[in-house]
């Protein structure tokens, strides 16, 4: 049975208003985290590349969290628009205002696309113009696919991990480090060897994939009875067994990524310890602790780690 909020932002919002504020996750921010994160990792990593001047680095990173802000309510609503007759077949989600028929199907395709738009408005005049749609027709794509996912594989945390992982070329673009337009590296020397800076972009890119996969599949643990009653796929339900094993490798090999990218930038030992050093720690902990059968423990390392895992990594790229 629903109950309208009590406490809390959404008790503030008038009646006719709650619905779309669940609909966005107003009330759980912790999901914008996982959104911005990557967006501010290009950003960071691509000024050490394109060195901006402050005022430019803070403005696009700002630009960047109410576009973040934007792009997972839009997300949530439109994963919760496919999800709906999904939905109403899980304890956590049965609930949602669209499982429980709170907002009619065409006002929410609007509110929806409305948001798309306001999104589009904010992210396109901060990249550059030459390749605008470049980024921005594959994230789209990568979006509306994500809630089907579910439904044909098991894998829907690595469909979710690229989406949420493009925001690293798109951060480093916005900061006047675009990828896609590096000059060739130079030949080799007899004592060194150089590495592209699209090296460092791409590595990043997978560190955030393989990031995903770890803490979604944790997320993912709270609704492995339901989602098996209800014919929905993850990689919870795929690699119950194994699950923590899988992570762990998944963790070993997400750490050595971010050592190579800072190797890429020439990094010093700051970045070293704590983003890498930091992030092998975090997930070390995460995965010694968790309770996979416990749904509230695992919500409770999906949140926290999350906070934490982005702290370090986003502290060390500071530092340096």
């Given amino acids: 049975h629903y109950n309208p909020p009590k406490t809390g932002i959404l008790s503030y919002l008038p009646p006719t208003w709650v619905p779309y504020a669940e609909l966005i996750r107003l009330n759980k921010p912790t999901g914008v985290l996982n959104i911005y994160l990557p967006y501010l990792f290009g950003a960071l990593y691509g000024s050490w590349i394109s060195s901006p001047s402050p005022i430019t680095l803070i403005s696009r990173v700002l630009l960047l969290l109410i576009a973040s802000f934007i792009l997972r309510s839009l997300g949530c609503a439109w994963n919760d628009i496919i999800d709906r007759d999904l939905d109403r077949q899980v304890v956590r989600s ?190 070390g902990v995460m995965l010694w602790r968790v309770r996979l059968q416990d749904p509230g423990d695992c919500e409770w390392w999906f949140r926290q780690g999350t906070l934490a895992w982005g702290l370090v990594v986003t502290g060390g790229m500071v530092v340096e």
Avoid: E
Avoid at 183 to 203: A, D, E, L, Q, V
């Fill in 94 to 283: 049965c609930l949602r205002p669209m499982a429980r028929g709170a907002i009619p199907l065409p006002l929410a395709l609007n509110f929806t696309l409305i948001q798309h738009l306001l999104w589009l408005a904010i992210i396109s005049p901060i990249l550059p113009l030459q390749q605008n749609w470049t980024y921005i027709l594959p994230l789209t794509g990568l979006v509306l696919a994500y809630p089907f996912g579910k439904r044909f594989t098991h894998h829907a945390q690595v469909i979710l991990g690229v989406t949420l992982a493009c925001g690293i070329p798109i951060g480093a673009s916005a900061v006047g480090a675009n990828p896609l337009h590096f000059s060739p590296p130079p030949p080799p020397s007899s004592s060194t060897t150089p590495h592209h800076p699209t090296n460092g972009i791409i590595s990043l890119f997978i560190v955030y994939i393989l990031w995903s996969i770890i803490h979604d599949t944790i997320y993912a643990f709270q609704d492995v009875a339901d989602d098996i009653r209800a014919g929905a796929k993850s990689m919870a339900v795929r690699y119950q067994t194994i699950a923590r094993p899988l992570l762990l490798l998944c963790g070993l090999l997400m750490v050595a990524l971010q050592v190579y990218a800072g190797v890429v930038v020439g990094a010093q030992l700051g970045y070293h310890v704590i983003s890498a050093g930091g992030s092998a720690l975090v997930v």
